[in-house]
């Protein structure tokens, strides 16, 4: 059964840097797509940043440009969501999810597989 576990989630000051995890089991990464995902007290749920293996495409929103940035450990079955110059607007709750199989990145939600249960991002002073 395929499963997604996020971790890395907690307190930060504005201006700094968090590494959210998310581990996969019950499939291997071979073709897939990786979403990142946010959702903020009494807001909708909306991307973040995605990628694609079977394409190397990548999405990411405008609000977070050059600021997070997606990586992945094969080895490890495990994607990575790196956030820098974080701002008080990024606190949320964020989630991981894939697509399984040759897809093109994209953050239509309805796509998506499987959702991990979420991690809390404070950014805080």
């Known amino acids: 059964q395929l499963q997604l576990v996020e971790s890395g989630g907690g307190l930060v000051q504005p201006g700094g840097s968090l590494k959210l995890s998310c581990a996969a089991s019950?499939?291997?990464?071979?073709?897939?797509?990786i979403g990142w995902f946010r959702q903020a007290p009494g807001k909708g749920r909306e991307g973040v940043l995605c990628?694609?293996?079977?394409?190397?495409?990548?999405f990411y929103a405008n609000s977070v440009k050059g600021r997070f940035t997606v990586s992945r450990d094969s080895t490890k079955n495990t994607a990575y969501l790196e956030m820098n110059s974080l701002r008080p607007e990024d606190t949320a709750t964020y989630s991981c999810?894939?697509?399984?199989?040759?897809?093109?990145?994209?953050?239509?939600?309805?796509?998506?597989?499987?959702w991990g249960q979420g991690t809390q991002v404070t950014v805080s002073s």
């Open positions: 990628f694609s293996s079977s394409d190397g495409s990548t």
């Open positions: 999810a894939a697509v399984i199989g040759k897809a093109t990145a994209n953050m239509d939600q309805d796509d998506y597989d499987a």
């Open positions: 019950g499939f291997t990464f071979d073709y897939y797509t």
